[in-house]
């Protein structure tokens, strides 16, 4: 069974930072690419930031200049770091992840659970 478990979401006053987390654990032979995603309330789940295992990054470009991810692979961890915090980054943050359990196996995609970051005014 593979986990995709998130941490670091918080209060933060706008203008602030966060950095959150993900580990993904389990029986895994390889990870492909992991994201986040965030999903506001009454709102579709967008992705926000995308990282190959070979390191190569892409953000939306509402977080561009403000937000970046990188990953540990000898960790099989993703990393989002935030600064210059707004209120409409307020939102659960989910870690995605492409990844095959088995030499033998296909890539599939696997969720965490989500973390809430909040951000006032």
């Known amino acids: 069974q593979v986990q995709l478990v998130e941490s670091g979401g918080d209060l933060v006053q706008a203008g602030g930072s966060l950095r959150l987390s993900c580990v993904a654990s389990g029986r895994i032979f390889s990870i492909n690419v992991m994201d986040w995603y965030r999903q506001a309330p009454g709102k579709q789940r967008e992705l926000v930031a995308t990282?190959?295992?070979?390191?190569?990054?892409n953000y939306a470009d509402s977080v561009k200049g403000r937000f970046t991810i990188s990953r540990d692979n000898s960790k099989n961890t993703v990393y989002l770091q935030m600064i210059s915090l707004k209120p409409e980054d307020t939102a659960v943050y989910y870690c995605h992840a492409n990844l095959k359990r088995g030499s033998s196996d296909s890539y599939n995609y696997y969720w965490g659970q989500g973390t809430q970051v909040t951000v006032s005014s």
């Open positions: 990282i190959t295992s070979g390191g190569i990054a």
